[in-house]
Every structure is written in C-alpha cells, then in structure tokens.
C-alpha cells in the first residue's frame, strides 16, 4: 500500500516536472521566435528569455480586471486543459499519460483550452473578442480537414489509432516522414500546422491591426499572462503532436539497450526537431501577409484538402483489409 | 402487472383530458402517471442483470404477456433493446412533463393527455413482439405525435409532419406485409428470413420508413419545422426520446429480425456489409449536413433542430458498420443525445419563459442573469461537442475507433470535421444567447424548470466516470446479437486500437484546474461591469442605439462559402418530387370527368379486361 | 525570500518588458515606425507596441491634445492596469508647444494624468524616445515611477481638472497639489 502511493506520487511528481518542463521551453519558444523574426528584419530583437520576462511580469500586475466568474473560466480552462493534452502526448518516445489516450483524445483535449478562452472571450462582452473567436473557429474548422483526412490515413496505415503506437512503429529511424505518401502529408499536416499555431498568413484570429488582437482585446494582467501561457504551451503541443506523427517523436535511440542515455539523447533531439518545425512556420510567418477567413477556408478545402484525399485514395487501394 | 402499467397509462390520458380547467392539477397528475413508465424500466432491471436496490422497485412486472383480441393477437415482451430505449424515453419523459407544468399554459389538459398517449405508443411499441402490434403502437404514437405538432399553429410544420408521417407509416407498412407475404407470421421471433431480393427490399422499405423519425437524411425535411415549431417540453421529449424509436426500429429490423448474416450474404464492402456501408455513408451526410446548415440558423430551436439531425446521423454511423464498437457506440450516442439534446431544448425554453425570444441575435447575456440554466446548457453543449470533460467524448470516441478498425477512410474524416463543425454552433449558442452584452434583466428560471435540465445533466457526468457501466447494460443488447462485448474495466475501455481511460484524464484535468486556480487566485482582482468596455466610460445614453453584441449574422464569412452549397438543399429535392406528385395527380384527375357516360364505359372496360384476363389464364 | 526581494525581482521583469500603447494625435506619431523597425529597433529592450490598453504598462501620448482627445486619453489611461506609467511625447504635452495660445488644446498633460517622463522637442528624435525608455526604466528600477500611485491618491484634483477642461473652464485648471512625502 505505502509502495503504490509512493509509486503515485512519484508518478505526479514526474508529470508535474514534465508539465513544467513543456511551459519553460514554451516560453523560450517564444523569445526564440521573436529573436529570429527580428534577426530576419535585419533588427537586434528581445533576448531569447523575454517570453518568461513578459508571463512573469503578467502575474506581476497589481489591478487585474475581470467580467465575472464567466470571464475567469477562461484562464482556468486554458492553462489546464493545454497541460492535459500535452500530458497525453509521447515526449521524445517517453510516454507520460499517452497509453490512456489516443489521437482523437488528444484532438478533443486541445478543444478544451479553445473553448474555455472562447468562453471567456465572450464573457468579455467585446464585439472584437466575438468576432475574435469566430475567426478562430472558423479556420479551426478549415486546418482541421486536411490535418485530419492525413491522421486518419496514418491511423490505417499503422493500424493503431494510439500515437504512443504511432511513435513506437517509427522506432529505428523508420520515420513517416521517409515514407514517400507520408512526406507529402507531412507537407500537407505543416500546412495545417502553419493555422493551429496561428501564424501568418494564418493569423486572422489574433489580426492586431483589424480587431486588436481579437479574443484577447479585454484580457490584461494574470488574464493575459494564463492565455500567454497557453499559447505558448500551445507551440510545443502542437509541433510536437507533428513530431510525433512523422518524425518518430524524436526517438533515436531505444531506451532498452542504451538506458538513461537514450533518454537524454532522444529528448535532446525533440528538442532540436520541434524547434525546427516551430521555425519553419516562423519563418513563413515572417514573409507572407494575412489571408482573409473565407480565403484560408478555400485555401485549406481546395488545395491543402486535395492532396490530402490523394493521399486517402492511395491508402484506400493500397491497404489489405 | 404490466396490464395496470398500460391501462394506467391509457386512463391518465382521459384523467388530464377531464382536468383541462385545472392546468396545475392535471400537471402534477399527468407527473406522477409518467413516472409509471420509470418504474417499470426498474422492475425489469433485474432481468437485464442490472442490480436494482429493493427500495426502488416498486412493484414487479412480468417479462412477458399475450393479450388475445379476436382477430389479431398481441405479444408483448421485454428484451434487452426495447429495455434500453424504454429506460432512455422513461428518464425523460417525467422530467419534460414536469417542465412542462410551468412552461405550457394554453389547453394544459390537452398537452398532457397527447403526451402521456405518445409515451403509451412508445413504450408497447417498445415491448411489442409481432409486427401488427408495433404497427398498431407506431401509429399511436406517430397521431399523438401529430396532435402535439398541431399545436403549434405552424402550416409548414403541419403539413410536412402529415406528409412525411405518412409517408413513413406507408413504407413501413409495405415493409411488414412484404415480411408476411414471405413467413407468413407475425412474430418476429418466427420469422426465418433468407437472403432473397424480397427481403432487402422489406429491410430497405422498413429503414426507410424508420429514417423519417429518425431524421437521416434525406427524410429529415420535417424535423426542422417540427422541433422549431412546437411547445419545447414536448420538443425536448421528441428530439431526446422519440427521435430514437427510429433507430430501435432499424437495430431492431436489421439485426434482430433479419439478422446479420443474412445482410452479409447480399455481399460486402470493404468488410462491411453493403446494406450497412450505405447506411453509415447516409449517416456521415447526415452529420456533416446537418452540422453546417446548424451553423447558419438564426432560431435558437432551428438550429438545436438541425444540430439534433446531424448528431442522430452518428446513430445511424454506428448501426451501419455493425461491428461491437460501433454498436456500442451508437447506442452510447443515443444516451448521450437523450439528455444533452433534452437539456438543450429545455434551457431553451427557460430562456423563452424568461424573455420571450427565439433568434439568437436578439439574445444576449444571460449567463449572469440565469446562472443555472447556463451552466445546464454548458454541460450539455459540452457534451455536444464531445469534449473529454463529458460522456459525450465516449460515444463519439468509439464511432471514431469503428470506423478506423474497419477502415473507413473517407466517412472518419467527415465525422471528424462535423464534430468540428459542433463547436462553431456550439459557440453560437453560448455566446449569442449566454454571453456578451446583458441586455434583459431577467430573473433565473423557475425551480421546476431547473430541476428538470440538471437531472438531466445527471446522466453525462456518470457516464464520464464509468463508462464501463454502459458497456454493462448495453451487453445484453450485443450478445443477443450474436456480438461480443467490448472488452473494458469499469474506468476504461480497450477497442485493440487504443486505450481510453477515464480516470486518466479526470484526474489530469482536475490537478489542472487545481494548480491553475491557485496561480489564479494568487493575485487579486476587481469586476467591471460590462459597459466599461463597450463605451470606455462615455455616458450609456449615447450610445443607446448601437448594438454591442455582434451575434447577428454571426458565421458570416461561413455563410458565404458554405451557403449556397448547402441552403435548402434537401428541400428543394422534396420540392421536386412534390411537383411531380402534382403533375402525376393532376394527370389522374382528369380520369375522374363527372360525365356518367364515361363511368359506364370505365366499369365496361374493367369487366371486359377482367373477363379477357380470365379467359387467358 | 523576502516581500524586498521579490519587489525588487518584480521591478526588474516589469522594467524588461514594458508592453506600449501609443495613441497617435499629433505629428509626433511619425517617429515611432522608425523606433519600432529595423534602424532603431525598440524590441531589444522588451519594449513592444500592443493593441489594446488592457494589454498595456507605458502609454505614450504623442503630441498636441485638443479637449476632445483628452476625454479620450482619460479613458484610455483608466483602462489600463496598475503598474502603469505614461511618457509626454514632445513640446506640446510639455506647455502646449506650438499650440500654447490655442482656445481648446490643453497645455499641460500632467495636469490631467501623471505623467512620468517628458521627451522634449518639436519633434523629438527616435534617439531621444529610446533615451526616455531607458530613463523610465531607470525610474522604474529606483522606484521613482509612481505615477499611477500619485493618480490614485490625488484623484479628487485630477477629474476636478478634467471636467473644467472638458467644459473647456482652462483657466481655472490648477496644478496638482502634492502633500511632502510620497510612498514608493
């Protein structure tokens, strides 16, 4: 008995850290990303720690103003629920609670925070926060087709529909991304990933010159710094949701035969690989302009969309049932 | 016993009819006759293997009875399908009556008698075992239905009730005789159907028929005027409860009278029978049209109507693939539709009692008005959209993991993007009528209304935590079937795909919420009212004019893209074949000149043809 | 750790990372697209423009400001959250500039709201806006930028300037009387 609880709480204590974990390197994410856009500007740009600068001086606000207990759900929901799903995703190989779960877990779990900051956004009563949140969940709407059409292609190709299997198939370099089908899905879900991280041209919920940064237009002091926590640990969430699914998470070297080893190793190279793809969509953030929301709907349905029932038709004849 | 139950329930029908003048009292009788239903959903428990404590069975009911009527004889039994169905109308059934006693004020008596006949209809159709009394009980539930519906004073509603109300009678009709012609028995137990072309067409016929209640497309036409235009206990109790004796006749029909085997030997798809490949294919339309013609709806009823369409088009998803997840699931979505859709109507309605308007861009800001509704209608919206915080995930969870297993690569992605598109309603919903600018100063809801929507609610956070007791009760369902339950503990179930553990995710997400509210509450913080925001602390009467809520036209840009696509689409069909229908009678009318000549000659053609035909055989 | 300490640790992240609003009336909204971009960059001292006042600690009033756009400016300072600081950009925020004889510009910002630091000039140099941010972040870090505090405490004599100004009685606008001693 006194073992299992200490197995527990060494259990919550590892997730706790990891939880910790994902919000640090969000936050570096986010000075990382604001030093390379300025270094592409040709300008000097923040330090790289200007991210944990900024939460901490968010928590740090004397007067925080809120709307109601409606308008509070907002922060709750969104810090928790982003730390949920990004508990249910493998970590370089390293399974935390994602043998409980699986990819369409995972996709519902990542609606919490949305519609818990939607919900407060609304409670704001700002008309630039609804419209915020329409945009929102229209080009939710409009990322989620292609991104969805590869998963579920990649979900009957590996027969599983758990990413800790997806993840586990890829062992050995075995990566998705070297499968021919799959390197063209991977440039499809990059395109999906270019709207889940809200990046240009797919920024249009946040749009700070249309409608002031939309759902966030009444959000300041600790308000803001949990949304910014959340977005932040957004980035990690979903570029390694994208690691997971055709970069084999990262892995390496198996744990079995090199030990703790493996571990630093494999993490070593999540590391380095989500901040590729995290850059990659930073990078075209930076070059292009903004699209408007019925533009990004057709841009995703037709074009994203199409490749992506190519790929399906390729699976369709191609898998044995 | 069971004859008392029925008889009961029949006599409360005259009893409330008689009450008319006193609308409280026939409320709190028709209440209390409603709970019969209930009662003997917990008599029969124990022969389901679901342990009932003694203090709640309050008497006992035989399994089984025969009532001999002369020229037909009707069998009615329990079986573990009809059990289930009957459990989820008889929960919702008392609570949409007892909603009812504040919300319905015209011709109470009326209302409560309809209803009380409608659940009579249901719950012998439920028990019945041969196919004249199903018939005999269809269509008094099918009329009763119809009285309800004319109490809207809606011609659109009306009309398209009787039209596709008869139309699915005819079909099923056609469906019975064509079963009797060929076992020439009533019994469903005696029917031994083969695989003959005469038996797809009676299954396709009787599905058909079953769709129209159940609302798939393209027989759906109906629905959205009838749910959006009628008393919403009574909506609640129709989308909650009576939506699902569609799909009890379609498992019932397709599983339990013809059977598997049979529809496998007309061929298979891709592993999955041909009859049941279509019939989720229909269902994925279904849900993925409904969801976007629920996006663009103004009507908080139309768009809880068309949003009823599309999450019934899961149903009918699962009964198609046939496969032990996929009936689990179907029927886990059939619970969960039940009550969240209930609760939806229901808080609908208190928002009308309270305001008096529908369209959602006249709403606004009820949240803190009505804090309880809005937290009911939040669960449920929750349970809509499937987030994991419900049982809502559950059901849809094992639909997903159906599909996959057996492969289906174009039908996932569009159940997928539907369970997408329920958040854009869904957010609709909560924004144009919850949140935003508070422009009534209204009180909360009655106790008798609130009461209702959160026992309602009751049944989503049970499940959230067990699912594995669904899987226990729907168990018996699956092996009379000839399927094997999934395989599951009490907290998590196991599809040979993935794993999905409730307590995981539970506990994950109340230790976030812990640690987030502390971070939370470490700092203090102030309220500001909303007209801070709006005017930024110029005087109100200013602005008095302007609208601060932006919930009109609130999914415009989705409008566009999606709108002239999908727009009366289904209508517009009906709309042809209905002028064809025209043409054809004014054609045939014709026939019929008044001339008495032209008769004779009618009657003389008929004989010679019948002479000649005689001749010739 | 002690309430100094982390005073002290909170000054310094709030002095790293001042999130601006700028609310462009005059002429000397011109020179901050140069303080922003590449040449002059303000992003290397954590200074970033945002949106909306919620979001914001500096407000930098740039320019001349007619009573119309005072009423505009009281409310967009009230919307922001505490700590908050507030930078006079050019002459006119000082003694009215160019406008100084004008019937309905007012003259002196800090009659209205603290104002913290002043940028003189007509118009000041993108150098001289980076130098006052530095200035302010040396107040902050000292403990001198209390203007949100001063508002707070003599609140009573600045809506009582405000509403002579909005009814456009300037002469009878009065200096904020201050008492001796000021917390920090």
Not at chain 2, 345 to 373: C, D, N, Q
Not at chain 3, 156 to 180: C, G, H, S, T, W
């Amino acid at each position: 008995m006194v073992m299992e609880i200490v197995d527990i709480l060494e259990k919550i204590l590892i997730l706790a850290g990891m939880v910790t974990l994902g919000f640090a390197i969000g936050m570096l994410f986010n000075g990382i990303a604001r030093k390379v856009s300025a270094r592409i500007q040709n300008r000097v740009g923040p330090p790289v720690y200007q991210g944990f600068i900024d939460v901490f001086k968010l928590f740090g606000k004397k007067t925080n103003i809120s709307h109601g207990w409606i308008f509070d759900l907002a922060a709750l929901f969104s810090v928790s629920g982003i730390a949920l799903a990004f508990l249910f995703l493998p970590v370089a190989g390293y399974s935390m609670l994602s043998t409980d779960g699986d990819l369409f877990l995972i996709l519902y779990l990542l609606a919490i925070p949305a519609l818990g900051f939607a919900l407060g956004a609304g409670a704001s009563g700002n008309p630039n926060a609804a419209v915020g949140v329409m945009r929102a969940l229209m080009s939710m709407l409009a990322y989620e087709l292609p991104l969805v059409m590869v998963m579920v292609a990649m979900m009957v190709y590996y027969n599983t529909t758990s990413l800790a299997n997806i993840v586990a198939a890829q062992a050995n370099m075995q990566w998705a991304f070297f499968i021919p089908i799959f390197f063209i899905g991977a440039l499809v879900a990059d395109m999906a990933l270019q709207g889940m991280l809200m990046e240009k041209p797919f920024d249009i919920p946040i749009a700070p010159h249309e409608i002031a940064t939309g759902p966030m237009v009444e959000f300041g002091g600790k308000h803001l710094g949990a949304l910014m926590l959340y977005k932040m640990m957004g980035t990690v969430v979903e570029t390694t949701l994208f690691v997971d699914l055709f970069l084999g998470g990262g892995v390496v070297l198996s744990v079995a035969q090199y030990g703790w080893l493996a571990y630093l190793v494999n993490f070593a190279v999540w590391f380095v690989l989500i901040l590729i793809v995290f850059l990659i969509a930073v990078m075209i953030d930076n070059v292009l302009p903004r699209f408007r929301i019925e533009q990004a709907l057709k841009f995703y349905w037709k074009y994203d969309a199409l490749i992506a029932i190519f790929i399906l038709i390729w699976i369709f004849a191609g898998v044995k049932i | 016993m069971l004859t008392e139950v029925l008889v009961s329930l029949l006599a409360g029908v005259f009893l409330v009819l008689a009450l008319n003048k006193y609308p409280r009292v026939a409320g709190v009788v028709a209440f209390i006759i409603s709970l019969l239903p209930f009662m003997a959903v917990l008599a029969w428990a124990g022969t389901m293997g679901i342990t009932v404590p003694s203090y709640l069975k309050f008497f006992t009911l035989e399994t089984s009875l025969t009532y001999n009527l002369g020229p037909g004889v009707i069998h009615l039994a329990i079986t573990p399908l009809g059990w289930f169905f009957l459990m989820l109308l008889a929960s919702v059934f008392p609570l949409t009556v007892m909603f009812a006693n504040s919300f319905v004020k015209r011709n109470a008596g009326g209302f409560y008698a309809a209803m009380l006949l409608t659940m009579f209809g249901s719950f012998g159709l439920l028990l019945s075992q041969d196919i004249l009394s199903f018939f005999i009980f269809w269509e008094i539930m099918s009329w009763s239905i119809f009285a309800l519906v004319l109490r809207g004073h809606d011609r659109r509603a009306i009309v398209s009730y009787l039209a596709f109300g008869s139309l699915s009678a005819m079909l099923i009709l056609f469906g019975f005789m064509m079963l009797y012609y060929k076992t020439n028995t009533f019994l469903f137990a005696d029917m031994h159907l083969t695989a003959t072309p005469l038996t797809l067409a009676a299954l396709s016929l009787l599905v058909a028929g079953f769709a129209v209640k159940g609302a798939l497309m393209p027989m759906h036409a109906w629905a959205p005027h009838a749910y959006s235009r009628s008393e919403e206990p009574f909506v609640a109790f129709l989308s909650g409860g009576l939506s699902k004796l569609g799909f009890f006749g379609i498992i019932l029909f397709m599983y339990g009278v013809v059977g598997m085997s049979v529809i496998s030997s007309w061929g298979t798809f891709r592993g999955v029978p041909w009859f049941g490949y279509a019939l989720a294919v229909i269902g994925a339309f279904t849900a993925f049209a409904g969801t976007v013609l629920a996006v663009m709806q103004d009507d908080l009823r139309k768009l809880l109507a068309y949003s009823s369409i599309g999450q019934l088009g899961y149903i009918a998803i699962g009964i198609g693939i046939g496969t032990p997840l996929a009936m689990t699931g179907a029927l886990f979505q059939a619970l969960n539709h039940t009550f969240f859709k209930a609760v939806l109507f229901l808080a609908a309605g208190a928002v009308f009692y309270r305001t008096g308007k529908w369209k959602i861009s006249e709403l606004g800001g009820l949240g803190y008005k009505m804090p309880f509704t809005f937290l009911a209608a939040l669960f449920a919206i929750f349970a809509l959209a499937a987030i994991p915080i419900t049982s809502g995930f559950a059901a849809k969870w094992l639909l997903y993991e159906a599909a996959i297993q057996k492969k289906f690569l174009f039908v996932t992605p569009i159940m997928l993007i539907a369970g997408v598109g329920a958040f854009l309603y869904a957010f609709k919903i909560l924004y144009g009528v919850f949140l935003g600018e508070p422009r009534y100063d209204v009180k909360e809801a009655p106790l008798s209304q609130l009461i209702p929507m959160w026992l309602l609610v009751l049944p989503l956070v049970i499940f959230l935590v067990i699912p594995g007791w669904f899987v226990d009760i729907t168990a018996p369902i699956l092996r009379g079937y000839g399927m094997q339950p999934i395989q599951h503990t009490l907290f998590s179930i196991n599809t040979g795909l993935a794993t999905y553990n409730t307590l995981a995710v539970i506990f994950g997400m109340l230790g976030g919420l812990l640690v987030a509210f502390i971070l939370y509450k470490w700092k203090k913080q102030e309220v500001v009212p909303h007209i801070d925001n709006y005017l930024a602390g110029e005087p109100p009467e200013l602005y008095e004019h302007i609208g601060m809520h932006a919930s009109s036209k609130y999914f415009e840009p989705f409008d566009e893209v999606f709108g002239p696509i999908f727009k009366k689409g289904a209508e517009r069909g009906w709309e042809i074949v209905l002028s064809a229908a025209e043409i054809l009678g004014t054609g045939a009318r014709k026939i019929y000149t008044g001339i008495v000549g032209d008769y004779s000659i009618y009657v003389l053609l008929f004989f010679i043809i019948l002479v000649g035909w005689w001749l010739l055989w | 750790m002690k309430h100094e300490e982390w005073k002290k640790i909170s000054r310094i992240m709030s002095k790293r990372s001042l999130w601006m609003v700028h609310f462009c009336t005059g002429c000397g909204a011109m020179e901050m697209p140069p303080v922003m971009t590449s040449r002059y960059d303000m992003e290397r001292f954590g200074i970033f423009a945002m949106a909306t006042p919620r979001q914001a600690d500096v407000f930098l009033v740039t320019g001349y400001l007619a009573v119309k756009t005072l009423k505009r400016v009281v409310q967009v300072y009230e919307q922001m959250r505490d700590p908050k600081y507030v930078i006079g950009f050019g002459s006119c925020t000082i003694n009215g500039g160019m406008y100084w004889d004008s019937y309905n510009t007012i003259k002196d910002l800090s009659k209205y709201i603290p104002v913290d630091v002043y940028i003189a000039g007509c118009m000041p140099r993108p150098e001289a806006i980076i130098d006052s941010f530095l200035k302010l972040m040396d107040m902050i870090d000292k403990g001198e930028a209390i203007g949100w505090q001063k508002y707070r405490k003599y609140y009573d004599q600045y809506k009582r300037n405000q509403k002579m100004a909005f009814e456009y009685r300037l002469d009878e606008v009065k200096p904020i009387k201050e008492d001796d001693k000021n917390e920090s």
